[in-house]
């Protein structure tokens, strides 16, 4: 019985292995869109896609960013200047596309752009520090989205929306874990709605990884501005000794983040080349063998793990 067993769950791995293994053709006539070009995932994912010989549309928030792109990648690769918290801009990027796209639609859409800070415990923080990450991670990526529906109707393309583990575990306040959740739900109903025009909308689940999105001393700066702003009596019930340690376990754990860019570039690659891309990618060590898994436990098991690995690093400062 258990052999039998075996060799099935052998024969399907090999099934599955073989049918991802099959690529698009025509790869070189296809467009695809990426939000936050200027650095990370979206940054490296753009020459990786210039290498392989498609056309890439890559959106960046400064002109440092696009200028050092362009020198790096060949003349398949354009830039735009895009900030997806911001309609107007959003409009103006779509025009573009449009315009550059033609009748041939757009084939892929990738969700990069996003932002972590401000993170810290939700009472530190006002409204207002909730909308700013709120207005990119999960506004943005619906904005763009939409308005780039029809080019991707056109080539009966690919969605690419980058969550995070984080949008199936809370492990921070702020709006950074809200927002990751946000985009898993509206990827779900996005994905149901959009079969019925051959498009295919996949998620990326990201753990931790060396961006600017995860920088150790950004995060500790953040921190320290959110903290002077934080009122007395809020900071008197957490005291001191609370925000040292809540800060020095931030940057513990990011100091210890993973630098393989690539395994969620790979992800994002596969998803719009192969020709049977997964509905969810989970990228890096961490998110295959931890988070996603923490995510299927019973809540009081969730509690239990962080809430003790949260005491322990506590302990050891």
Wanted: with cysteine; charged share 20%; aromatic share 10%.
């Amino acid at each position: 019985m258990w052999v039998f067993l075996l060799v099935l769950l052998v024969l399907i791995f090999l099934y599955r292995w073989n049918r991802e293994r099959e690529k698009l053709l025509n790869l070189t006539e296809k467009y695809v869109f990426i939000t936050g070009c200027d650095s990370g995932f979206g940054n490296l994912l753009a020459k990786q896609l210039d290498k392989n010989g498609l056309h890439v549309l890559a959106a960046c928030l400064t002109d440092k960013g696009a200028e050092e792109l362009k020198k790096e990648t060949s003349s398949r690769l354009n830039t735009v200047m895009l900030n997806v918290a911001d309609s107007q801009s959003v409009n103006s990027a779509a025009k573009w596309v449009s315009d550059i796209v033609g009748n041939k639609g757009l084939w892929g859409l990738v969700n990069n752009a996003g932002i972590s800070n401000p993170i810290a415990p939700n009472e530190w923080l006002a409204k207002e520090d909730y909308l700013k990450v709120l207005n990119v991670n999960l506004l943005g990526v619906i904005d763009v989205t939409l308005k780039l529906l029809p080019l991707i109707r056109k080539a009966r393309g690919r969605v690419v929306n980058v969550a995070s583990v984080a949008g199936r575990v809370s492990l921070s306040g702020g709006g950074y874990c809200i927002s990751k959740y946000g985009v898993e739900s509206f990827s779900d109903s996005l994905r149901r709605e959009m079969a019925q025009f051959g498009i295919k909308v996949c998620i990326v689940e990201p753990g931790y990884f060396k961006t600017p999105v995860a920088d150790a001393k950004i995060q500790r700066k953040s921190l320290t501005e959110i903290w002077e702003k934080v009122p007395k009596h809020i900071k008197e019930a957490y005291g001191q000794e609370y925000f040292e340690k809540y800060c020095n376990n931030v940057e513990r754990n990011l100091n210890k983040v993973s630098s393989k860019l690539h395994l969620v570039t790979d992800c994002m690659e596969h998803a719009l080349t192969a020709v049977y891309p997964r509905t969810r990618y989970s990228a890096g060590y961490d998110a295959k063998f931890f988070f996603i898994p923490l995510s299927y436990l019973p809540t009081v098991f969730v509690d239990f793990l962080l809430s003790t690995s949260r005491a322990k690093a506590a302990q050891s400062v």
